[in-house]
């Protein structure tokens, strides 16, 4: 039986990869059309944010890392992504009621539209990360291919917490609400303008980075671009393996009930 699940979700994921492709290609369309900017947007947003919060760290507290504003930029713009993934997951399938209740399409596959679309914007956004590191001379060695793997674990963690955020909140009208209180207090405990190493005490420090997977993922972004050192990969695949559980629950919540989420919207 789970043999027979697993055929599914990959047959599912190749046959509709055109469409995931080709719906993230007009989400991002749809999204610049009207603006005189257009993509710029994308690098603007993570920008304005950097600077306001390289204020708020210096001038404000008095407090600041090396390299601060590529600290804050590779925080802030990861944290968009997985945010943005989150807020859009939980109202996805009556956002997309057009869609799904004329024609069958696998619910999941949603996810992939926003994760593509977002994590294009957050590429086109790193991008600005290279030049800020050969602005400000940052030291650069291999460990900046850690990356990828890194970048691995957030996909498959953003998509777990989405797929079970997709299912419930076709059912609980007021999860919407509850997801964006959560991920404002979420936001505060990710250390996106500080170090939650150097200004968080001992032991709160170290239950927040393993607890907290943005935070986990975030600092190990940081030690591999800027600090050359290595991440906690002990935490980093703890986190890894609850991403793929938590989605083998969330796609299999999914392929039981989608076919009365249209007659519960």
Not at 17 to 42: F, Q
Not at 89 to 106: D, G, M
Request: positive net charge; glycine residues 4%; aromatic residues 16%.
């Amino acid at each position: 039986m789970r043999s027979e699940k697993l055929n599914r979700l990959i047959s599912d994921i190749k046959k509709y990869r055109n469409y995931t492709i080709y719906a993230a290609k007009s989400e991002l369309k749809s999204e610049v059309a009207n603006s005189h900017l257009s993509w710029m947007w994308w690098i603007l947003d993570p920008m304005l944010f950097m600077i306001v919060y390289s204020f708020v760290a210096v001038i404000v507290f008095q407090k600041g890392e090396p390299y601060l504003p590529v600290f804050i930029f590779i925080g802030y713009n990861s944290w968009n992504f997985f945010s943005a993934c989150l807020r859009q997951s939980v109202k996805l399938v009556a956002a997309n009621k057009p869609i799904v209740s004329k024609v069958y399409i696998p619910k999941f596959i949603l996810i992939f539209v926003k994760i593509c679309s977002n994590g294009f914007k957050m590429m086109i956004a790193f991008s600005l990360v290279v030049i800020m590191m050969i602005g400000y001379r940052v030291p650069v060695d291999w460990k900046v291919l850690l990356m990828i793997p890194l970048f691995i674990v957030l996909l498959v963690v953003t998509f777990a917490f989405s797929s079970i955020l997709l299912h419930y909140g076709v059912y609980v009208e007021d999860l919407a609400n509850v997801v964006t209180v959560v991920l404002k207090l979420l936001f505060y405990l990710t250390g996106i303008f500080y170090s939650i190493s150097n200004r968080v005490p001992y032991p709160y420090s170290s239950l927040l980075l393993k607890c907290n997977p943005m935070a986990l993922l975030v600092d190990s972004m940081r030690r591999v671009l800027i600090y050359q050192t290595m991440p906690d990969w002990g935490a980093v695949f703890v986190w890894f393996v609850i991403g793929v559980i938590l989605s083998v629950v969330g796609v299999r919540n999914i392929y039981r009930h989608e076919n009365s989420y249209v007659k519960v919207m």
